[in-house]
């Protein structure tokens, strides 16, 4: 199985359902790429049409990669390794696959399921395995991914919700991100044995 991640800057909404550009955010780059790691992640694409804030991007992977920073937490280094910073995700595609986006099974996340079919993730954890293309899993900043990303996506997965029924879903992507990848490829849930 090959997986990726996406973090996705643009095309996104915000509040009021208009499609923008968001900001690059330090601690999301950090916490993605090493919860990316953790879990067996390829790559972690970063996708920005900005050329300023991918240069950013590249100067905090630097850093960590084979700057001073990887002298004094060479951890980092290992996680920040799996970082690509790309214009867009059509780049994304083409880096993972010869064909495309043909060549990728595109999976989503979203905080609501904008009334779309979705997978829950005991049902995904099992599809994982057996997908015959590159798995990217889309993880959108802002207030999410558009609905075009959404629609063309081969798999959509569930909502992630709290037993607390808090009425409160707004997870930042990060945090997102690691609960995605322990539900899809972590040891089991409580009680259960590990693989």
Known sequence: MRLALALVHYPVLDR??????TAITNLD??????????YGAERLFVVHPVAAQRALA???REHWVSGSGKRRIPDRAVALDVLSVVSSIEDV?????????????????AAAS??????????ARGLLPQAERPVLILFGTGWGLTPELIADAD????????????GYNHLSVRAACAITLDRLLGGGAPGEPAR
Do not use: C, K, N, Q
């Open 93 to 109: 595609y083409a880096a993972m696959s010869g064909a495309g986006r043909a060549g990728v099974e595109v999976w989503t996340t």
């Open 16 to 21: 009021s359902g208009g499609t923008v550009t």
């Open 114 to 123: 904008r009334g779309l079919p979705v997978t829950g993730y005991a049902a």
């Open 29 to 38: 780059l950090h916490d993605m790429a090493r919860s990316a790691r953790t």
């Open 58 to 60: 590249e100067r905090i």
């Open 155 to 166: 798999l959509r997965l569930e909502p992630i919700r709290s037993a607390a029924d808090t």
